[in-house]
């Protein structure tokens, strides 16, 4: 069966980066797009960009953009999200989706709590 | 401000439908066939429950339809039960030249 495990949740000064990943099982790894979706406590969920992980190509939000890096390392079927330069409002659970046709997701990580904090 | 506006909460009662829309624009809900529809309840991940505007993965129950008409997509739930009180958020493909993926700011379903 199809499984995102995500790593456990971080503690980050502001200023500092956090590097979140996303080990995928149950299915070809390269055969999916790979997305991060984070969610603010209370807040909705917001899209982050995507990964190709066949190509390594990447696509991100424009809110995000110089700020993340998306990579993959196809030998242990891992997605990696970074996001540098924390602030305090980048406190969230962040999310990995596998991206199905059409841009929807059908399986999704456990999510991993980055906080921000002094 | 999420791109694609939900109304912050509903409710019904047990057996009863409701309606949650999402209004977007004519480059997002409108210009595309790629919306879906998510439930998360507290502390867990969301859950796909429709896909391109009406399809339902298997095992969710047909209790759960969607549409759209123009810029508005709509997720209906009949016979409410128990277990449908959940916060539920849409999401649609907004094309490879601007976000790609927008999603809205979630309604509260409470069954009461």
């Known amino acids: 069966q199809v499984q995102l495990v995500q790593s456990g949740a971080e503690v980050k000064k502001p200023g500092a980066s956090v590097k979140v990943s996303c080990k995928a099982s149950?299915?070809?790894?390269?055969?999916?797009?790979m997305h991060w979706v984070r969610q603010a406590p209370g807040q909705g969920l917001e899209w982050m960009g995507r990964?190709?992980?066949?190509?390594?190509?990447?696509n991100y939000a424009q809110k995000f953009q110089g700020r993340v890096t998306m990579t993959r390392d196809t030998s242990i079927s891992t997605a990696y999200m970074e996001l540098s330069r924390l602030r305090s409002d980048d406190t969230a659970v962040y999310y990995c989706?596998?991206?199905?046709?059409?841009?929807?997701?059908?399986?999704w990580g456990q999510g991993t709590l980055v906080t921000v904090s002094s | 401000q999420s791109a694609l506006t939900q109304p912050r909460s509903v409710s019904g009662s047990p057996g009863q439908s409701v309606t949650i829309s999402c209004t977007g624009t004519s480059s997002d809900v409108g210009g595309y066939n790629y919306v879906s529809w998510y439930q998360q309840h507290p502390g867990k991940a969301p859950k796909l429950m429709i896909y391109?505007?009406?399809k339902r993965p298997s095992g969710v129950p047909d209790r759960f339809s969607g549409s759209k008409s123009g810029n508005t997509a709509s997720l209906t739930i009949s016979g409410l039960q128990a277990e449908d009180e959940a916060d539920y958020y849409c999401?649609?493909?907004?094309?490879?030249?601007?976000?790609?993926?927008?999603f809205g700011g979630g309604t509260k379903l409470t069954v009461l």
């Open positions: 990964i190709n992980p066949n190509s390594g190509g990447t």
């Open positions: 999401c649609s493909y907004a094309g490879s030249y601007t976000s790609y993926v927008v």
């Open positions: 989706a596998r991206g199905e046709d059409g841009y929807n997701y059908g399986y």
């Open positions: 391109d505007v009406s």
């Open positions: 149950g299915y070809t790894f390269t055969g999916y797009y």
